[in-house]
């Protein structure tokens, strides 16, 4: 079956210093999505990728697809405490008519004020 | 944006019992919700895909005897957890997604707690 790989599994870093955590899946996707998750809460939706080589920005962070539709990328430039969580990638395939989606390990940030 | 509710939050039970969470879509019709299980600190693995007015299909090693699953309607599915054990401790979070959309809209999650 599908696997996503996430790497790193943690991440430390002073507050203002860049932040990034890659994705790679086993098989090619139709689409990655990337979801942020506080301490305690549920995940909740960043964005989609679905074009070979995309890239997307929402202010600070920015969201890369691979050429291959296999990997992904997620950038955070300086880093402020509010962007401490995990964030999963998560590889979609359709299987019949669900949309399932396959997470990855995630990459727990940790920003040191 | 579209909101899903899972009830209840958190619950404590008995080895041996059931406990049943729901899971609805409060502004939109959802004909698949999905069921996760995340441990802590791991990521979410999917237990099974729950279908309006069919059975649920379920991930290669969910039991479907334990974990019950019924979508008896566009907007709520619910999991029941049957004959519990302390294992089976952990946080259950349900997602749904718009008919015209890809985006996973994810419940609150439920906390369960085995003694």
């Known amino acids: 079956g599908q696997q996503v790989m996430q790497i790193p599994q943690y991440q430390h870093v002073q507050e203002g210093e860049d932040f990034t955590t890659y994705c790679n899946s086993s098989?090619?996707?139709?689409?990655i999505q990337w979801y942020k998750q506080r301490p305690g809460g549920h995940p909740v939706f960043l964005i989609q990728?679905?074009?070979?080589?995309e890239v997307k920005k929402q202010k600070r962070l920015t969201f890369q697809f691979g050429e291959a539709k296999k990997n992904s990328s997620l950038h955070i430039t300086a880093t402020q405490t509010t962007d401490v969580g995990t964030y999963f990638c998560?590889?979609?395939?359709?299987?019949?008519?669900?949309?399932?989606?396959?997470f990855g390990s995630g990459t727990q940030l940790t920003v040191l004020p | 944006g579209a909101v899903v509710s899972q009830h209840p939050s958190r619950v404590i039970c008995k080895s041996g019992t059931s406990v049943k969470i729901e899971c609805r879509s409060l502004?939109?019709?959802?004909?698949?919700m999905f069921w996760y299980r995340q441990f802590p600190k791991q990521s979410l693995m999917l237990m099974a895909t729950?279908?309006?007015?069919?059975?649920?299909?379920?991930e290669q090693g969910v039991e479907k005897d334990k974990f019950l699953i019924n979508h008896a309607s566009l907007t709520l599915s619910t999991l029941t957890v049957t004959s519990a054990h302390p294992e089976d401790s952990s946080f259950y979070i349900c997602?749904?997604?718009?008919?015209?959309?890809?985006?996973?809209?994810f419940g609150p999650g439920t906390r369960l707690t085995v003694t």
């Open positions: 098989t090619t996707l139709s689409n």
């Open positions: 997602s749904a997604n718009p008919v015209s959309s890809y985006e996973q809209y």
């Open positions: 729950s279908n309006e007015g069919s059975k649920a299909t379920y």
């Open positions: 998560a590889g979609q395939e359709m299987r019949g008519s669900a949309r399932q989606l396959t």
């Open positions: 990728l679905v074009k070979s080589g």
């Open positions: 502004d939109f019709q959802a004909t698949t």
